[in-house]
């Protein structure tokens, strides 16, 4: 997948899993009940941060396409050729699935 946006320093992008549509019963959830989800795989990976007292680069934990969660209200939403992404930093990444 190619996207045109690098990510600076220790930050990520993320597309956002799609919204679950049923429960586990085969409730369907209407859209104003649906969830934010808290998944999702990332797209794009910045370099790294420096150190604040060495100045070496921390490279990052995380790869393109691992698929992880994050915090309910991580990122800040953007939209690039028509596809919603979230850009967050690393520490709001809690797990890799």
Not at 32 to 44: H, L, N, R, S, Y
Not at 54 to 64: D, E, F, T, W
Request: hydrophobic letters at 40%.
């Amino acid at each position: 997948m190619s996207l045109n946006i690098k990510p600076s320093a220790d930050r990520v992008v993320v597309e956002a899993a799609a919204a679950e549509e049923k429960t586990a019963s085969g409730i369907i959830i209407p859209d104003t009940a649906k969830e934010k989800p808290q998944k999702g795989t990332i797209v794009a990976v910045g370099p790294g941060r420096y150190a604040d007292i060495s100045g070496n680069l921390i490279p990052m934990a995380y790869k393109v396409g691992d698929e992880v969660l994050y915090g309910k209200y991580a990122g800040t939403e953007i939209t690039v050729d028509g596809k919603e992404y979230l850009i967050m930093r690393e520490s709001d990444i809690f797990a890799v699935i």
